[in-house]
């Protein structure tokens, strides 16, 4: 009889997570998270010209962009390109 594994993902304030498969790990967003994280929020990923964390799927990547729509704490430029980052970012492929 083989142990059971127990697997714990950590998700970063800034929505990132690496999730583990039998093969390895991958590094994703799996949600918008807190925005001005300054390791890994969407808006310190965007003012820095970083390359960007693909999202988990399509669902959470459009899931984040209405979320940035409706903010009322964003200016209107910031909101838009925010919009126009998230909307350029790739994601993985819903499962």
């Not at 583990?20 to 590094?27: I, L």
């Not at 918008?32 to 964390?53: I, K, N, Q, T």
Request: glycine share 8%; aromatic share 6%.
């Amino acid at each position: 009889m083989t142990d059971p594994i127990n697997q714990i993902n950590l998700v970063r304030p800034g929505g990132v997570a690496t999730v583990v498969f039998a093969d390895g790990g991958v590094t994703m967003r799996i949600c918008l998270g807190y925005l001005h994280d300054p390791d890994d929020g969407v808006l310190a990923e965007m003012s820095a010209g970083h390359d960007p964390v693909p999202w988990q799927s399509a669902k959470v990547r459009d899931e984040a962009i209405g979320a940035v729509e409706r903010r009322k704490d964003l200016d209107d430029e910031t909101r838009t390109q925010l919009v126009e980052w998230i909307v350029a970012t790739p994601y993985f492929e819903d499962q």
